[in-house]
């Protein structure tokens, strides 16, 4: 579990060192930090790298397991609506659930180690609260997993609050 931790820690330290050399070109701001609740619970870093593309990295635990996700996005402006903004994009996904300390749907009982990994969907809203550094987003992220037991994942969905910086 400790190299999982340092892992995700590397990931998103790795999201801060992107160079800050174009930030004129970028929108308001450039890496935002939150968390998720849904489905799953977990944290995400979202860093843009034009100005409508972003990078994102979430790490969330679901089934008493744990599953990182790396997506890009592209986001899309609501002209009706100040503040709101839509996004679509895809990405991949790797996650694992420990023999004896998870609970996976797919099996009755747990008597090894699983893991699962294959590629996401994403489509969601993101709204800037009162034109703050606080922002909350919806998003709906199917996956599909290479893996026979598992198959898609179609009913992930979350609410994510984040604080841009």
């Given at each position: 579990m400790k190299k999982f931790y340092l892992c995700a820690g590397f990931l998103i330290a790795a999201f801060f060192c992107f160079s800050g050399s174009a930030q004129?070109?970028?929108?308001?701001y450039n890496t935002s930090i939150g968390i998720r609740g849904g489905t799953s619970v977990g944290g995400s870093v979202k860093r843009f790298v034009t100005d409508r593309d972003a990078v994102?990295?979430?790490v969330y635990t679901r089934w008493k397991g744990w599953v990182?996700?790396?997506l890009y996005e592209r986001h899309m402006d609501i002209r009706e609506f100040e503040g709101l903004e839509w996004y679509v994009g895809a990405?991949?996904?790797y996650g694992v659930w420990k023999m004896g300390k998870s609970e996976p749907p797919w099996v009755y009982k747990a008597t090894q180690d699983y893991a699962a990994f294959g590629v996401d969907a994403i489509v969601g809203l993101d709204y800037n609260l009162n034109r703050s550094n606080w922002f909350i987003s919806f998003d709906w992220k199917p996956s599909y997993n290479?893996?026979?037991f598992t198959n898609l994942w179609w009913d992930e969905a979350a609410?994510?609050?984040r604080f841009a910086f």
């Amino acid at each position: 579990m400790k190299k999982f931790y340092l892992c995700a820690g590397f990931l998103i330290a790795a999201f801060f060192c992107f160079s800050g050399s174009a930030q004129a070109q970028f929108k308001a701001y450039n890496t935002s930090i939150g968390i998720r609740g849904g489905t799953s619970v977990g944290g995400s870093v979202k860093r843009f790298v034009t100005d409508r593309d972003a990078v994102e990295l979430m790490v969330y635990t679901r089934w008493k397991g744990w599953v990182g996700n790396l997506l890009y996005e592209r986001h899309m402006d609501i002209r009706e609506f100040e503040g709101l903004e839509w996004y679509v994009g895809a990405g991949g996904h790797y996650g694992v659930w420990k023999m004896g300390k998870s609970e996976p749907p797919w099996v009755y009982k747990a008597t090894q180690d699983y893991a699962a990994f294959g590629v996401d969907a994403i489509v969601g809203l993101d709204y800037n609260l009162n034109r703050s550094n606080w922002f909350i987003s919806f998003d709906w992220k199917p996956s599909y997993n290479f893996q026979d037991f598992t198959n898609l994942w179609w009913d992930e969905a979350a609410f994510t609050l984040r604080f841009a910086f």
